[in-house]
């Protein structure tokens, strides 16, 4: 206990390694992530929560570490949490821009961790959250969410961020495809990195035109609340563009502010954070010794075919 | 009740028509899912659920519709389920692979079913392993579950197949490094797709080499209770190797009838469906109208930093 208090006090003067300890507690369970929640809990709300999503290759880390840099330059401490969804056939392939950014964390008023996800995805957009939490908590003013875009991850993402920007690049000619595929819903703007490369401008077109037209359907309007989603050319490793998309993030951020988006986006989240520790409390509190014995005296029955799991699953209940 | 009695009727006589329909109540959880999963729930345990994943561009569905092709030469009644993670990325390159594959299954003995995950990973396992059930209890021999190797989705897969085959291709050099991310744990066996191509022999000696690495490591072998995986070069494009691959799969399944491997395979299939299911059940009985109503003063009051969370799903948990 005094041990907790001691960590809490440390990260909440912003100590990078009582910061670091506290996400770890978090991530793993630990007997100290209840008290350092409680604790960050009535402390949340200040940052700007930014995601950062996109496929492999697209220079995501590049332009998260160009922009913590040009913020931090002007005073903001920034937090980066970069996901990685380890899929088995691009694992390596991240493992050098991790390098890149973790040096970045050196710097004052930075702080970066990467997380990983292999096998926890639904609980990567909680345990990405409530790092976002510490972080707030702690004073970063700016906490980016950096993830590659597949599948689940992003759509984590940008339940966890305020703002949620999808990096693409001239050679993923599959722009349209990948706006057809839901990315609207996400993306408040997007990023077209490498846009020195042969063939960015008709990306640049392609990636309009899609978002005028997606713009009419009513769906996507509603949501975006007389939002309208942008490109921003960028070519992060030579830092064009940079302050452009840090244009968009204040431009999005106070477009939230200015109506209730903000407020119903974090208790949106927050609702969604209830639910799965209701859920996480109930369950373990079914599990009892005696019920895990009847689980697997009732699996023999169904795997002989002697009763369906569904009214097995009742007869469990109902005790 | 008539109606469900009647699908299931016809479900049972192989009818593809109230096959697809009966997956699609499972899919939706309608009105006839309960007593569809009941009656199958008796008829299950005789065909070979077969999941074949690795990155996109392998040849995973043309593999896929070759061996499904050779199996119903030879007499066997074969079903697909092609499971696509959706990710936005990668989305349309897929189509044309699915729309041969629906092709096929216009054969008498082939059934073909495609799913969407986007959004349901998780619920993902399930659906799969329950279509998969349905298709066990209609008499079809063989069930083979297709998906891209993208984060969880591989997973889910393996979780419900009996056998599970990981396709690369030679130009995946990553062959090494996705061994190193966690395909030995999934893989029983490995096919080495366009094999014709150039580099084709190192490649497979590198995954000779990794698998021989990996095997001298106890946990691998552990799982593997004395099965060793190997390498099976395919060009399926041209239908060489289907045989072998063929052979490969009834080897490990008669290894795995050998001992208790299978029916602790499904054991533990049943018992991670059986606790979802009772989740699924848990939750809705604990949100009534009344907690949903103390859940929205709650978040308000979370959010103005009066009260924590853990603290509020303790209160909320209690009453």
């Known amino acids: 206990m005094a041990a907790t208090n001691e960590l809490i006090a440390r990260l909440l003067a912003g100590d990078k390694l009582a910061l670091a300890r506290a996400i770890s507690s978090i991530e793993n369970q630990d007997e100290n992530s209840t008290g350092v929640l409680n604790e960050v809990d009535g402390r949340i709300g200040w ?28 005073g903001r401490r920034v937090g980066i949490i970069a996901v990685d969804p380890t899929s088995p056939f691009t694992g390596g392939a991240l493992l050098g821009d991790r390098i890149r950014m973790m040096d970045l964390g050196l710097r004052e008023g930075i702080f970066v961790r990467s997380m990983a996800t292999r096998g926890s995805i639904g609980g990567l957009s909680r345990t990405t959250q409530r790092a976002a939490d510490v972080l707030d908590a702690a004073g970063y003013e700016v906490v980016f969410l950096e993830t590659v875009g597949v599948g689940q991850a992003e759509l984590d993402v940008a339940e966890a961020a305020d703002t949620t920007i999808v990096v693409l690049t001239p050679e993923s ?18 990023v077209l990195n ?18 005028q037209i997606t713009q009419t359907s009513s769906s996507v309007n509603e949501r975006k ?23 968009g993030i204040q431009k999005h951020h106070q477009n939230m502010m200015s109506g209730d988006r903000l407020i ?29 014995t ?17 009214q097995f699953v009742e007869e469990l209940i109902k005790e």
């Open 294 to 310: 009847r689980l697997e005296d009732g699996l023999n029955l169904i795997l002989g075919n002697r009763k369906s799991t569904l």
């Open 173 to 190: 000619g599959d722009a349209v495809q990948a706006m057809k595929a839901g990315l609207m819903e996400i993306a408040d703007f997007f």
């Open 47 to 74: 940052a700007h929560r930014v995601g950062i999503t996109g496929p492999p290759g697209a220079g995501k880390s590049t332009l998260v570490g160009k922009l913590a840099a040009a913020l931090n330059d002007r």
């Open 225 to 247: 609340d007389g939002w309208s989603p942008f490109v921003v050319k960028t070519v992060a490793s030579q830092n064009i563009g940079i302050e452009q998309v840090i244009e």
């Open 264 to 292: 119903e986006k974090r208790k949106d989240r927050l609702r969604k954070l209830v639910i799965q520790l209701v859920e996480d409390k109930t369950r373990s509190a079914f599990w009892t010794g005696d019920r895990i």
């Open 194 to 211: 490498k846009s020195d490369r042969p063939g960015a401008d008709q990306s640049y077109n392609a990636l309009l035109n899609v978002l």
